[in-house]
Protein backbone atom coordinates (compact mmCIF):
# COMPACT_ATOMS: atom_id res chain seq x y z
CA UNK A 1 0.00 0.00 0.00
CA UNK A 2 1.13 3.91 -0.60
CA UNK A 3 1.55 5.81 2.27
CA UNK A 4 0.31 9.30 1.84
CA UNK A 5 3.33 11.28 2.05
CA UNK A 6 5.10 8.92 -0.88
CA UNK A 7 1.52 9.73 -2.90
CA UNK A 8 2.12 13.41 -1.96
CA UNK A 9 6.01 13.60 -2.95
CA UNK A 10 4.95 11.93 -6.46
CA UNK A 11 1.63 14.43 -7.14
CA UNK A 12 3.70 17.65 -5.55
CA UNK A 13 6.34 16.66 -7.95
CA UNK A 14 3.75 16.43 -11.02
CA UNK A 15 1.68 19.43 -9.96
CA UNK A 16 5.12 21.65 -9.51
CA UNK A 17 6.79 20.83 -12.48
CA UNK A 18 3.37 21.74 -14.15
CA UNK A 19 2.47 25.27 -12.30
CA UNK A 20 6.24 26.04 -12.14
CA UNK A 21 7.24 29.88 -10.64
CA UNK A 22 3.29 29.62 -9.96
CA UNK A 23 3.36 26.73 -8.09
CA UNK A 24 2.06 29.23 -4.95
CA UNK A 25 -0.31 31.31 -6.67
CA UNK A 26 -2.06 27.93 -8.14
CA UNK A 27 -1.32 26.45 -4.08
CA UNK A 28 -3.74 29.91 -3.24
CA UNK A 29 -6.42 29.56 -5.93
CA UNK A 30 -6.80 26.41 -5.52
CA UNK A 31 -7.60 26.65 -2.04
CA UNK A 32 -10.30 29.95 -2.18
CA UNK A 33 -12.19 28.70 -5.51
CA UNK A 34 -12.91 25.01 -4.46
CA UNK A 35 -14.40 26.79 -1.18
CA UNK A 36 -16.25 29.45 -2.70
CA UNK A 37 -17.78 27.03 -5.40
CA UNK A 38 -18.71 24.54 -2.31
CA UNK A 39 -20.60 27.79 -1.34
CA UNK A 40 -21.72 28.58 -4.20
CA UNK A 41 -22.84 24.77 -5.49
CA UNK A 42 -25.03 24.60 -2.43
CA UNK A 43 -26.76 27.80 -2.38
CA UNK A 44 -27.45 28.21 -6.01
CA UNK A 45 -31.14 28.56 -6.79
CA UNK A 46 -32.32 28.05 -2.98
CA UNK A 47 -35.03 30.32 -3.57
CA UNK A 48 -36.05 27.94 -6.25
CA UNK A 49 -36.38 25.14 -4.48
CA UNK A 50 -35.99 25.96 -0.59
CA UNK A 51 -38.94 27.00 0.98
CA UNK A 52 -38.17 28.11 4.37
CA UNK A 53 -36.82 31.60 6.19
CA UNK A 54 -34.01 33.98 5.53
CA UNK A 55 -32.76 33.28 9.31
CA UNK A 56 -32.44 29.86 8.28
CA UNK A 57 -30.64 30.22 5.09
CA UNK A 58 -28.40 32.86 7.27
CA UNK A 59 -27.86 30.33 10.08
CA UNK A 60 -26.58 27.86 7.28
CA UNK A 61 -24.57 30.52 5.68
CA UNK A 62 -22.81 31.45 8.67
CA UNK A 63 -21.95 27.99 10.08
CA UNK A 64 -20.99 27.02 6.17
CA UNK A 65 -18.26 29.87 6.60
CA UNK A 66 -16.89 29.09 10.18
CA UNK A 67 -16.86 25.77 9.00
CA UNK A 68 -14.57 26.48 5.77
CA UNK A 69 -12.36 28.78 7.82
CA UNK A 70 -11.32 26.09 10.85
CA UNK A 71 -10.90 23.57 7.71
CA UNK A 72 -8.42 25.78 6.27
CA UNK A 73 -5.82 25.30 9.53
CA UNK A 74 -6.66 21.42 9.79
CA UNK A 75 -4.27 18.37 9.69
CA UNK A 76 -4.90 16.32 7.12
CA UNK A 77 -6.61 13.71 9.29
CA UNK A 78 -9.22 16.06 10.39
CA UNK A 79 -9.54 17.02 6.45
CA UNK A 80 -10.18 13.40 5.27
CA UNK A 81 -12.47 12.78 8.92
CA UNK A 82 -14.48 15.66 7.30
CA UNK A 83 -14.57 14.76 4.22
CA UNK A 84 -16.14 11.49 4.72
CA UNK A 85 -18.48 12.73 7.81
CA UNK A 86 -19.83 15.75 5.53
CA UNK A 87 -20.29 13.18 2.27
CA UNK A 88 -22.25 11.02 5.29
CA UNK A 89 -24.28 13.81 6.27
CA UNK A 90 -25.44 14.66 3.07
CA UNK A 91 -26.45 11.51 1.52
CA UNK A 92 -28.22 11.07 5.19
CA UNK A 93 -30.01 14.47 5.42
CA UNK A 94 -29.94 15.27 1.94
CA UNK A 95 -32.13 11.97 1.36
CA UNK A 96 -34.05 13.16 4.41
CA UNK A 97 -34.56 16.75 3.02
CA UNK A 98 -35.67 15.88 -0.36
CA UNK A 99 -38.10 12.89 0.67
CA UNK A 100 -40.41 15.94 2.74
CA UNK A 101 -39.48 18.37 0.34
CA UNK A 102 -41.22 16.34 -2.31
CA UNK A 103 -44.05 14.73 0.00
CA UNK A 104 -44.71 18.68 2.09
CA UNK A 105 -44.57 20.99 -0.86
CA UNK A 106 -46.87 21.94 -3.57
CA UNK A 107 -45.84 24.10 -7.20
CA UNK A 108 -48.49 26.28 -7.18
CA UNK A 109 -48.89 29.57 -9.98
CA UNK A 110 -49.30 32.49 -7.95
CA UNK A 111 -50.36 35.79 -9.90
CA UNK A 112 -47.10 38.51 -10.19
CA UNK A 113 -47.89 42.59 -10.13
CA UNK A 114 -47.97 41.84 -14.38
CA UNK A 115 -51.59 41.44 -15.64
CA UNK A 116 -51.72 37.59 -16.71
CA UNK A 117 -48.77 36.47 -15.77
CA UNK A 118 -47.48 34.00 -13.02
CA UNK A 119 -44.54 32.86 -10.99
CA UNK A 120 -44.15 29.06 -9.83
CA UNK A 121 -43.88 29.07 -6.04
CA UNK A 122 -43.13 26.14 -4.00
CA UNK A 123 -45.56 26.02 -0.99
CA UNK A 124 -45.24 23.96 2.26
CA UNK A 125 -48.65 22.46 2.58
CA UNK A 126 -49.85 20.42 6.01
CA UNK A 127 -52.87 19.15 7.62
CA UNK A 128 -55.92 20.23 4.92
CA UNK A 129 -58.78 22.28 6.83
CA UNK A 130 -61.79 20.97 6.55
CA UNK A 131 -63.30 22.46 3.95
CA UNK A 132 -59.97 22.32 1.47
CA UNK A 133 -60.31 18.18 2.73
CA UNK A 134 -63.66 17.96 1.32
CA UNK A 135 -62.74 19.99 -2.27
CA UNK A 136 -59.61 17.60 -2.28
CA UNK A 137 -61.98 14.30 -2.22
CA UNK A 138 -64.30 15.65 -4.71
CA UNK A 139 -61.20 16.19 -6.85
CA UNK A 140 -60.77 20.02 -7.24
CA UNK A 141 -56.84 20.45 -7.86
CA UNK A 142 -54.34 22.58 -5.73
CA UNK A 143 -54.51 24.91 -7.88
CA UNK A 144 -58.36 25.62 -7.80
CA UNK A 145 -58.18 25.65 -4.09
CA UNK A 146 -55.47 28.15 -3.58
CA UNK A 147 -56.85 30.86 -6.62
CA UNK A 148 -60.54 30.38 -4.56
CA UNK A 149 -58.89 30.76 -0.93
CA UNK A 150 -56.80 33.84 -2.64
CA UNK A 151 -53.76 32.18 -2.41
CA UNK A 152 -53.90 32.42 1.75
CA UNK A 153 -52.21 28.72 1.96
CA UNK A 154 -53.49 28.88 5.74
CA UNK A 155 -56.97 28.90 4.58
CA UNK A 156 -55.99 25.96 3.27
CA UNK A 157 -53.71 23.96 5.23
CA UNK A 158 -53.61 24.47 9.11
CA UNK A 159 -50.93 26.96 11.13
CA UNK A 160 -49.67 25.08 13.06
CA UNK A 161 -49.15 21.78 10.88
CA UNK A 162 -47.62 24.03 8.23
CA UNK A 163 -45.30 25.53 11.11
CA UNK A 164 -44.11 22.31 12.16
CA UNK A 165 -43.25 21.26 8.43
CA UNK A 166 -41.41 23.97 7.74
CA UNK A 167 -39.58 23.82 11.37
CA UNK A 168 -38.20 19.92 9.60
CA UNK A 169 -37.70 20.55 6.88
CA UNK A 170 -35.12 23.37 8.17
CA UNK A 171 -33.47 20.32 10.55
CA UNK A 172 -32.70 18.68 7.81
CA UNK A 173 -31.58 21.75 5.23
CA UNK A 174 -28.85 23.01 7.52
CA UNK A 175 -26.81 19.87 7.91
CA UNK A 176 -27.09 19.15 4.42
CA UNK A 177 -25.72 22.51 3.25
CA UNK A 178 -23.34 22.85 6.05
CA UNK A 179 -21.95 19.45 5.40
CA UNK A 180 -21.89 19.41 1.49
CA UNK A 181 -19.83 22.57 1.84
CA UNK A 182 -17.73 21.11 4.35
CA UNK A 183 -17.20 18.07 2.67
CA UNK A 184 -16.19 19.82 -0.82
CA UNK A 185 -13.99 21.75 0.93
CA UNK A 186 -12.03 19.49 2.72
CA UNK A 187 -11.55 17.55 -0.14
CA UNK A 188 -10.24 20.60 -1.74
CA UNK A 189 -8.13 21.40 0.63
CA UNK A 190 -6.86 17.52 1.00
CA UNK A 191 -6.33 17.42 -2.61
CA UNK A 192 -3.49 20.57 -2.36
CA UNK A 193 -1.97 19.75 1.12
CA UNK A 194 -1.29 15.95 -0.64
CA UNK A 195 0.23 17.71 -3.57
CA UNK A 196 1.92 20.26 -2.07
CA UNK A 197 0.59 23.42 -3.93
CA UNK A 198 -0.34 24.54 -0.38
CA UNK A 199 1.70 23.88 2.92
Not at 49 to 55: K, L, S, Y
Not at 97 to 113: F, G, N, Q, S
Not at 186 to 192: K, R, V, Y
Request: aromatic share 10%.
Amino acid sequence: MCDVPVVGDLLGGLFGSCFGPFQNLAGVISTVVPAAGAITATWWGKTKWHPTGEIVERIAGALTAVAILLLSVASLIILGGFALAGGVVVAVCGLAYAERLDRWTYKIPVPTTKKDRFRIERVVGGDWTEDSKKRRAAGESVDDIARDNQFKFDEMWTRESRAHNISILSRWYVPTIVGGSAALSSAALLFTRITGLTH
